[in-house]
């Protein structure tokens, strides 16, 4: 495991925009990629958008596709989310982890940030 601290979260209205950052203090074989998970009240945690450190492939999950952009700053060890257009729907308290591989199985992933808080007005 890793540590990860989450930063940027917020309130905002409907089409706004926020940016959230992932500092991720050590890097090792088993973190070779990073993911942002969201996780809205009495629901699961489900998968928003995910980097590899290696080439910078990125994933997204259909809801945010077009809208977020996850990129990595290799340099500072920090992963970020871009987050425009944004929906009341989007309002989540959203992860950072860390893992071997970018999958939507919260279980791959070994370390998880304390979460930040996002929420969208309409």
């Known amino acids: 495991q890793v540590p990860l601290v989450e930063s940027g979260g917020g309130l905002v209205q409907a089409g706004g925009s926020l940016r959230l950052s992932c500092a991720a203090y050590?890097?090792?074989?088993?973190?070779?990629?990073m993911a942002w998970f969201r996780q809205a009240p009495g629901k699961e945690r489900n998968f928003a958008a995910g980097?590899?450190?290696?080439?910078?492939?990125?994933y997204y999950a259909d809801s945010v596709k077009g809208r977020f952009t996850i990129s990595r700053d290799n340099a500072k060890n920090t992963v970020y989310l871009q987050m425009n257009s944004l929906k009341p729907e989007d309002t989540a308290v959203y992860y950072c982890?860390?893992?071997?591989?970018?999958?939507?199985?919260?279980?791959?992933?070994?370390?998880w940030g304390p979460g930040t808080q996002v929420t969208v007005s309409s």
């Open positions: 050590a890097r090792t074989f088993s973190t070779s990629a």
């Open positions: 980097i590899k450190w290696s080439d910078g492939g990125t």
């Open positions: 982890a860390a893992g071997p591989t970018v999958t939507a199985t919260p279980s791959t992933f070994n370390s």
